[in-house]
């Protein structure tokens, strides 16, 4: 796990998907290695390998934090808000309480969807939902800069 570790922080995604890839064959039922490969392959643009593993980490464990909010940001990606609506929610009901950095994340994401789309108020409330998700002082930050600069352009 720290080879996966260092070759992600070092950029080295190809690297890291063969580490997992080993570790994989070792422990076919670790929920860390099925969600980091789900995350880098979403990393990536493999949406459909990123779906495929999130939804074996989800059905051994439905309530599973980080693996909700990834497949949720993929059907949002995929299928937009209206039909990902019901996935969006449920991540962030749970990431709320568990992982409220991915729940900062998936708003944001919701948010430039939204904004992508003409709903700006829509758009407007995910960043704020996001900025109070924030759990570090640069993400928080970042994010009411992005929030000063929506509301300046209005």
Excluded at 13 to 34: C, F, I, Q, S, Y
Excluded at 76 to 88: C, F, H, P
Excluded at 92 to 108: I, T, Y
Aim: proline share 3%.
């Amino acid at each position: 796990m720290e080879r996966v570790l260092k070759f992600q922080e070092n950029n080295q995604p190809r690297m890291a998907l063969n580490a997992l890839d080993e570790l994989g064959k070792k422990h076919p039922e670790n929920t860390w290695v099925r969600t980091t490969r789900g995350g880098l392959l979403f990393d990536a643009g493999d949406l459909q390998g990123a779906h495929r593993e999130l939804a074996e980490v989800i059905a051994r464990d439905p309530e599973h934090g980080f693996a909700l909010a990834l497949v949720a940001m993929i059907q949002l990606s995929e299928v937009g808000y209206d039909e990902a609506r019901e996935e969006i929610e449920r991540a962030l009901r749970r990431c709320v309480m568990v992982r409220p950095d991915m729940a900062g994340n998936l708003a944001l994401g919701i948010a430039a969807w939204m904004r992508m789309k003409g709903h700006l108020m829509a758009s407007r409330q995910h960043l704020v939902l996001a900025l109070q998700s924030a759990t570090l002082p640069d993400q928080q930050e970042s994010i009411f800069v992005r929030l000063a600069e929506f509301d300046g352009t209005r």
